[in-house]
């Protein structure tokens, strides 16, 4: 990343809260996305990925508890001075279901119309131009007819376009996409990736992609974070990450990864899973799995090091950094 961030995330953690104490999800999450930048946060399914992405929003449940610092576009979102409803303006948000993630009893239409009016105060009929406009945007054809449908009315690639075509209504400088396309067949999921890689070429829209699948993060990615127990274990620009990984956890994850063109052999599986929060070990939470732990990494969480393009926390690498 070349430019300055607009997103700045600071040792961003988040427990649960409960009588019995508080329970830490996420730990000391620190990266930053530069403008119009595809970032990649991938992680086994527990690993704090929605979370993390809901702290951003100030959308965390009241039972959750954010801490650390986020700002975005130099506004906090989270932390000292955070007014998330204000900062998060330039942020939004679309989610793995978009058919239940719309309004079920309110039309296309009537729900982007909402939006508009309330976000851009666009009047009745700037906003209903607005809205086909953007249904257009998002690749959808018959606009005009689409505003007096409902979402059970359509596919559920059809309903993520809607969801995006929302999100694009408070135009955002940063899209967060929380697994977008695992609920869609493989051919729809290229299609909502080339439209995500379209609007960020055309308005310079930076975007967050959750997903656990590492050939998209591999596909579409400027840079990566990978996530484990809560923990970035490793980030860096998709390309080193990918070719020279330094966490073994990373090093495990792509051996596990089907290749085009490879010998038809039985692909190395990790064994064991992700320890659920409350049961994480002390010191490196991936120890328990990985071949090279020593008593050094059951007994201290190693730090984050490395170089800006490319950091992670291990205390035994794969390589060292050239
Ligand atoms: N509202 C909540 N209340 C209590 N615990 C929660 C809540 N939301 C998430 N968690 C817990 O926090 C941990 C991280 O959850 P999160 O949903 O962020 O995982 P994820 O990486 O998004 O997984 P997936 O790939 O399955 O979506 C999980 O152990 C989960 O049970
Ligand atoms: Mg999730």
Request: neutral net charge.
């Amino acid at each position: 990343m070349t430019q300055a961030p607009i997103l700045d995330v600071r040792d961003l953690s988040v427990a649960l809260l409960s009588s019995t104490g508080n329970l830490p999800i996420v730990e000391d999450l620190s990266f930053e996305i530069g403008p119009g930048e595809f970032f990649a946060l991938v992680g086994e399914s527990g690993s704090g990925k929605s979370v993390s992405c809901l702290a951003l929003m100030g959308l965390l449940a009241s039972h959750l508890q954010a801490r650390g610092h986020a700002a975005l576009c130099g506004r906090a979102l989270v932390g000292d001075g955070a007014d998330p409803r204000r900062a998060r303006s330039g942020a939004a948000m679309i989610f793995q279901h978009a058919t239940q993630s719309l309004n079920p009893v309110r039309s296309i239409g009537f729900q982007l119309m909402e939006t508009l009016r309330t976000v851009r105060r666009e009047a009745r009929s700037t906003a209903k131009s607005s809205a086909i406009g953007l249904l257009a945007e998002v690749g959808l054809a018959n606009p005009e007819r689409l505003l007096a449908a409902y979402p059970h009315q359509l596919s559920g690639g059809m309903n993520q376009r809607v969801m995006i075509a929302l999100a694009l209504a408070v135009e955002p400088t940063l899209l967060i996409a929380d697994e977008p396309t695992s609920s869609l067949d493989v051919t729809m999921q290229a299609q909502i990736l080339d439209l995500l890689d379209k609007l960020r070429r055309d308005r310079g829209m930076a975007v967050l992609f959750v997903t656990h699948d590492l050939a998209v993060a591999a596909e579409r990615a400027d840079r990566i974070g990978v996530l484990y127990a809560g923990r970035l274990v490793e980030l860096g620009d998709t390309q080193d990450v990918f070719s020279k990984p330094l966490h073994r956890y990373t090093a495990g994850l792509l051996a596990s990864m089907p290749r085009f063109g490879a010998p038809e052999t039985r692909l190395p599986a990790l064994a064991g899973s992700v320890p659920l929060p409350g049961a994480w070990p002390s010191g490196c939470g991936f120890a328990p799995r990985c071949v090279a732990a020593t008593d050094s990494c059951r007994a201290v969480h190693p730090a984050f090091r490395g170089e800006p393009s490319h950091r992670y926390a291990c205390h035994h690498p794969v390589r060292q950094l050239a």
